[in-house]
């Protein structure tokens, strides 16, 4: 009986440890792993931005105007502005 007694025991604790960790990894998951992985993202979708503003400047500075096509069909034309050219 004894070792039916400690084989329940043994099978207790290693169930109790598997739930510990799966918690523990839970923890570490909510805690570490996603908010760096959301600020990976976060960074690249920053360096994305910079990138197609640099690009849409460029072409504006080269051609002289940027046309933008949005979903609807309308198209945005970009061009360079300077303030002493207006008129009051």
Do not use: C, R
């Not at 025991?9 to 523990?24: A, D, F, P, Q, R």
């Not at 792993?33 to 080269?62: C, D, M, R, W, Y």
């Amino acid at each position: 009986m004894d070792k039916k007694k400690w084989s329940k025991n043994k099978i207790i604790i290693l169930s109790l440890v598997i739930i510990i960790i799966l918690l523990v990894g839970i923890i570490l998951y909510g805690l570490v792993i996603l908010p760096s992985f959301n600020n990976h993202i976060l960074e690249k979708q920053i360096q994305a931005q910079q990138l197609t503003i640099g690009a849409i400047l460029e072409q504006v500075q080269q051609q002289g105007y940027v046309q933008l096509f949005d979903g609807d069909g309308n198209t945005i034309v970009l061009v360079p502005f300077q303030e002493e050219n207006i008129s009051e």
